[in-house]
């Protein structure tokens, strides 16, 4: 499975705009980009996910770069409920398993 | 519409025992997949039920084993609980289980061996 690297933890202030990166190198063509995030006590839940072009939802944005080597998370107002760890899992089509890395550990600051 | 549902949600259990864990999916979902997570390897993939058939297997010991039924639910099982295996296992379902299929996940059951 393909790799992707992000950092263990990051901090923001709630109500301002959150970036969390994802480098992932050895992605190949047929590789999605999912993010899920996990929430105290809970399990992971599904937050967004892409191929090459970027994508918004509900919840967050997905900006991938061109060269598909690397991805940002975008939460554009974060709360206090979005403290969780993120996770930028590789994911090729028709294969059903997660691979979860260490993820981020996303605390925002009252 | 319900979410993936666990039962027990909690376990405690001494080691050489087995247990039995189960997990109902959301109504329609064909596909069921397992992880388990521990402070120290994180989450990881055990495998995957589709159509009553394990389509996906990750790097675990014979000793872990599940099955599927003809309504989609699933139950794992793991005999010979070592102390190592006390972990947060994670039951997730999604439609059809394709590349981009959303994946939705149970609370977890929590098991201790003692």
């Known amino acids: 499975d393909a790799k992707t690297t992000q950092p263990n933890s990051m901090e923001s202030n709630e109500e301002e705009p959150v970036h969390l990166p994802c480098n992932h190198s050895?992605?190949?063509?047929?590789?999605?980009i999912h993010w899920y995030r996990q929430l105290p006590s809970q399990g992971p839940e599904y937050v967004i996910h892409?191929?090459?072009s970027n994508v918004n939802n509900r919840m967050a944005s997905l900006a991938i770069a061109e060269d598909r080597k690397s991805s940002t998370l975008i939460l554009h107002r974060a709360t206090l409920r979005d403290a969780a760890v993120y996770y930028c899992?590789?994911?090729?089509?028709?294969?059903?398993?997660?691979?979860f890395g260490t993820g981020t550990r996303l605390t925002i600051i009252p | 519409k319900a979410g993936v549902t666990q039962t027990p949600r909690y376990l405690i259990k001494t080691r050489g025992q087995q247990v039995t864990l189960s997990c109902s999916p959301i109504?329609?979902?064909?596909?069921v997949s397992w992880y388990q997570q521990t402070p120290g390897q994180g989450l990881q993939f055990l495998f995957e039920?589709?159509?009553?058939?394990?389509?996906n297997k990750g790097n675990f010991p014979g000793r872990f084993s599940g099955r599927q039924f003809s309504n989609s639910r699933s139950e794992m099982n793991v005999s010979t609980l070592e102390l190592g295996d006390s972990a947060l296992y994670l039951c997730?379902?999604?439609?059809?289980?394709?590349?981009?299929?959303?994946?939705?996940f149970g609370p977890g059951t929590r098991l201790t061996v003692l």
């Open positions: 997730a379902s999604s439609w059809s289980g394709g590349g981009t299929d959303t994946q939705y």
């Open positions: 050895t992605i190949s063509g047929t590789d999605y």
């Open positions: 892409g191929l090459t």
């Open positions: 899992i590789l994911r090729s089509f028709g294969n059903e398993k997660l691979t």
């Open positions: 109504s329609g979902h064909r596909s």
């Open positions: 039920y589709f159509s009553e058939t394990q389509r």
